[in-house]
């Protein structure tokens, strides 16, 4: 009997330590199904049906965190529709719509301005659609030219060139044949080379902009400042893009430069001090299309000086004279050359001062100065710096043919000279281009 007890104990305990295994399996079985269930909603441990104790504690909070978001999504979209409506408004120029569409959008959400994107309209088709057709217009209108020039093929043969705003009773410009309208654009550009004139001439109307871009009088202008050497177009894609792209010396204005120094001055009479003085004076460049170029050096101010420098028949007795070119070297640098002396002055021989007595003339000398420019840019503005390379002067004996030359070191004496416009020197026509 005690050994049936002790069996009977025994498989009490094998009995109670398989129960045991049995609910520790099952823990980790419902475990590993809570845990899958977290990872991916609705889908067991095994890939059966999802749990229905699990699924009915979780169901209704899943579905009211989704209808709270569709809720967000359905407020923003309603916010964003409100507010490129208020866009629509405001650039057909109904300011208070606008204002009751921008607070209806803001009241719904408040930074919905940080999250439109500007590329859908409240209509599917509006704002969108005016931006891609904004898009189109610029594409369209890159080339001015070729547009305008196609609008005008495509009118009436009666249509002129330009048509006048208002009714007039004197003959309007647009009457003028072709060949006298393009006359009056070489008198704009002048034989001072003022494209300037003519570019403000083309903002008139299309017809005017057309002529503007005339490429024979690019070419003519071209030829005036370089020459022979711009017989080819390339690589430049229009004779206008050659002048407003490639090296060359401004006519409508002056180059000035400022130079300043100390000098030491005499010592005084009872020699215990000794003066210095500040020096300052002014050289200023004056360049023409016809290859001639003034220079003058003054400590006079520019405000006196640069009105004397309109046209090259000044009286300013200590004015050089000379010719310039320009000069493309081999490491792309453009540089300005030129050849300057003293204008010449005839004075009448008197004969009866030496009527009775015979005087030893001396010897006359001509002087020229050689000077070297590095033609560069500097800032906004282009072929506006004249950096000094290289200045000599040649004094040459006329009776004997002799040349002496002298050098000049090039230090900080001999400062940059920058461009200034003055409009007095374009302001008159003499004669066209």
């Known amino acids: 009997e005690a050994e049936e ?12 330590e398989r129960s045991g295994d049995a609910n520790l399996q099952a823990e980790l079985q419902m475990f590993r199904a809570q845990w899958m269930f977290e990872l991916a909603p609705g889908v067991s441990s095994s890939g059966l049906e ?30 964003k529709e409100l507010f490129l409506k208020a866009v629509e408004e405001e650039r057909n120029g109904a300011l208070y719509e606008a204002i009751k569409f921008y607070r209806l959008a803001m009241q719904l959400v408040p930074d919905i301005e940080f999250k439109i994107t500007y590329t859908r309209s409240p209509d599917g088709d509006g704002v969108g659609k005016r931006c891609a057709e904004d898009n189109k217009e610029d594409d369209k209108m890159a080339d001015l030219l070729t547009d305008f020039q196609q609008q005008l093929t495509l009118q009436e043969s009666s249509v002129k060139l330009c048509q006048p705003e208002v009714d007039v009773s004197q003959t309007h410009i647009s009457a003028l044949p072709m060949e006298v309208l393009m006359y009056i654009f070489r008198w704009v550009v002048s034989s001072d080379l003022d494209l300037r004139s003519l570019e403000q001439l083309s903002l008139v109307c ?38 407003l792209e490639r090296p060359r010396v401004r006519f409508d204005g002056v180059y ?16 215990f001090y000794r003066a210095w003085h500040q020096v300052e004076y002014y050289r200023y460049l004056r360049f023409f299309p016809d290859g001639q170029v003034m220079m003058l050096t003054t400590p006079e101010d520019p405000q006196s000086i640069v009105p004397r420098l309109r046209t090259k028949n000044t009286r300013t007795e200590a004015i050089l004279l000379g010719h ?17 002396m003293k204008k010449k002055e005839e004075k009448p021989v008197d004969y009866h001062k030496y009527r009775y007595f015979r005087r030893v003339p001396a010897q006359e000398t001509d002087h020229s100065f050689h000077v070297g420019l590095q033609l560069c840019s500097s800032g ?34 001999y400062t940059p000279l920058f461009f200034a416009r003055v409009k007095s020197f374009t302001a008159y026509s003499e004669k066209p281009l």
């Open 380 to 413: 906004r503005q282009r072929f506006n710096k004249l950096v000094w390379i290289h200045h000599s002067c040649h004094i040459t004996c006329r009776s004997t043919g002799e040349t002496a030359v002298t050098t000049f070191d090039i230090d900080k004496m």
């Open 256 to 271: 000035v430069s400022k130079t300043k120094y100390i000098r030491q001055g005499e010592q005084s009479l009872d020699g």
């Open 50 to 79: 999802p749990l229905p104790c699990r699924a009915s504690s979780r169901g209704p909070g899943l579905k009211s965190v989704d209808a709270r978001g569709k809720q967000e999504i359905a407020k923003e979209e309603k916010a």
């Open 206 to 243: 299309r017809g005017f902009y057309i002529c503007a871009r005339d490429p024979e009088i690019w070419h003519q202008v071209c030829l005036k400042i370089w020459g022979r050497s711009c017989n080819k177009l390339v690589p430049y894609a229009s004779w206008r893009d050659m002048f």
């Open 324 to 340: 310039y070119r320009l000069s493309q070297e081999t490491d792309n640098q453009t540089k300005v050359f030129a050849v300057i």
């Open 5 to 16: 007890d002790c069996h009977a104990d025994l498989v009490r305990t094998d009995d109670s």
